[in-house]
């Protein structure tokens, strides 16, 4: 009970709810996207599951998230990861309802928040647990508010996105930024960064417009396959 009369304790779990709030929308934007499709009840499973599981994976990167982060090649593999999977989602808007809710769609769904989480999650872990100081009690708290806001921050996008189809295209495009973000962010490329700093906003601009380019056309293509059959 000490801790809770000691101000740090309490300036750092305001700082842990804060990047929570902050880094939890890119997640809950992926699984919203991921379980748009989905018949209702199967939305409700792949969002709990889908959010259960990814907090499980960030326990464990909480332990080796700074390694990770400083092996070369390694953000750059998971960027190109995102870029598929935004390009993915985006290219399946326009899927016919039977098949969302084939066997194993729901699998699918969560498989695809599994891996986006992993790649996303990197930065957010370490962002947590520099805020915890070294506090196993914070870093608990912090894992386990993130839990909430990634559920209800998902549910949320659901619904929004069944009533602004657009959306659909801008979270996919956020996680084209995102993609290029990370890619750009690879300790391989720092030197190369450092020379040429405008590629912190271009490589995130490019990664958007890939996604967002590459799935319509995807898109597009599928809806005239359809049309001509």
Same mark, same amino acid.
């Given at each position: ?47 709990? @599951? ?12 909480? @332990? ?84 909430? !806001? ?13 009533? @602004? ?22 300790? @391989? ?20 417009? !890939? ?19």
């Amino acid at each position: 009970m000490e801790m809770l009369n000691n101000p740090e304790f309490w300036i750092g779990l305001i700082k842990i709810i804060w990047i929570n709030i902050i880094l939890s929308g890119d997640n809950a934007v992926v699984i919203a996207l991921a379980a748009r499709s989905l018949p209702a009840e199967q939305q409700k499973k792949a969002i709990l @599951f889908g959010s259960a599981a990814a907090v499980v994976l960030r326990i464990g990167l909480t @332990f080796v998230a700074a390694k990770l982060l400083g092996l070369p090649f390694l953000q750059i593999v998971g960027g190109g990861l995102l870029l598929w999977i935004g390009v993915q989602l985006l290219s399946e808007e326009e899927e016919e309802e039977g098949d969302a809710k084939a066997a194993g769609g729901m699998m699918a769904a969560v498989r695809t928040i599994l891996i986006a989480d992993l790649v996303m999650s990197l930065d957010n872990v370490i962002a947590v647990a520099a805020a915890a100081k070294g506090s196993d009690t914070l870093l608990i708290i912090g894992l386990a508010i993130s839990i909430p !806001l990634v559920i209800f921050g998902s549910t949320l996008m659901i619904k929004l996105m069944e009533r @602004f189809p657009i959306i659909v295209m801008l979270g996919a495009g956020l996680i084209g930024w995102v993609a290029g973000e990370t890619i750009v962010s690879d300790v @391989f490329l720092k030197d190369f960064l450092e020379a040429n700093a405008w590629l912190h906003t271009l490589a995130p601009a490019a990664g958007a417009a !890939l996604v967002i380019g590459l799935g319509k056309w995807l898109q597009a293509r599928s809806a005239s396959k359809h049309a001509a059959a």
